[in-house]
DNA sequence: ATCCAGGCGCAAG
DNA sequence: CTTGCGCATGGA
């Protein structure tokens, strides 16, 4: 599959996503369900285990990201960044396992909500051929396996969560717009602002969300 | 051995 | 409404 201005690495190991690993040039990808191998060449992406369609709605390939970027680079302070994070993309994920992952980042770190994402895979998950597939929504439901995966005090959020939500219950805050939605998932334990926007961003399609956490905090001062 | 980390919930002012 | 504190655990 052809690709422009995009860089795989760059939007996977953008901390939007936890559950990947990299041998040689491929990345090994599994989310939800799904397992899959993606390498990129230059403008090509070659891709096992997932459709064309599915991949590029995953890795965000479907917004026009030009218009964008000569937008941003209007302002000189921008450039770096932009530099930094050339090909980065706004990745479309699997709602149930980004609230979760998110719920992990609480006062934590992208080296530790992998570990947490891959041992909860691994202890409430089916294994597949390469790795895990993710739980379900209603699926986590042990408090004490969930501390088991090093989840700490997040465990009852998680725990807690994985009562109050269902596939439905996603497909529902697809169709609310932005607020609706975030206000819906600021409901659940574990969910205050900053984490009810990455969801919407990364897995609702609410690209008006732009989650706020210590580090663009301390770029915006 | 310390110390810190991609917020949240809760109690108090 | 705003502030401040405690928090489980792995890794530096």
């Known amino acids: 599959m052809q690709v422009n201005d995009f860089s795989l690495k760059n939007t996977l190991e953008s901390g939007q996503f936890f559950r990947y690993s990299k041998t040689e040039n491929w990345y090994q990808c599994s989310e939800g369900e799904n397992t899959f191998l993606v390498k990129q060449d230059n403008n090509n992406l070659e891709f ?3 459709s064309n369609k599915k991949l590029a709605q995953f890795l965000g390939l479907n917004c026009n990201y030009a218009k964008i970027i000569k937008e941003l680079s209007n302002d000189y302070k921008l450039l770096p960044a932009l530099e930094k994070c050339h090909g980065l993309r706004i990745m479309q994920r699997e709602p149930w396992e980004t609230l979760v992952s998110f719920q992990c980042s609480i006062f934590s770190n992208v080296k530790k909500i992998m570990l947490n994402m891959k041992l909860l895979a691994e202890e409430f998950g089916r294994k597949n051929k390469r790795t895990y597939t993710f739980p379900k ?6 408090l004490k396996k969930i501390k088991k995966c090093a989840t700490g005090f997040r465990a009852k959020y998680i725990h807690n969560a994985n009562k109050l939500v269902s596939k439905e219950y996603f497909e529902k805050l697809k169709k609310k717009n932005y607020s609706e939605a975030k206000t819906e998932l600021m409901k659940l ?5 900053k984490v009810a926007d990455c969801v919407c961003l990364f897995s609702l399609g609410k690209m008006e969300a732009f989650p706020v956490d210590v580090w663009i905090k301390r770029m915006i001062e």
Do not use: A, L, Q
């Open 48 to 50: 096992k285990g997932i």
């Open 137 to 142: 929504p209603g699926e986590i439901n042990d």
């Open 189 to 193: 334990p574990g969910v205050g602002e």
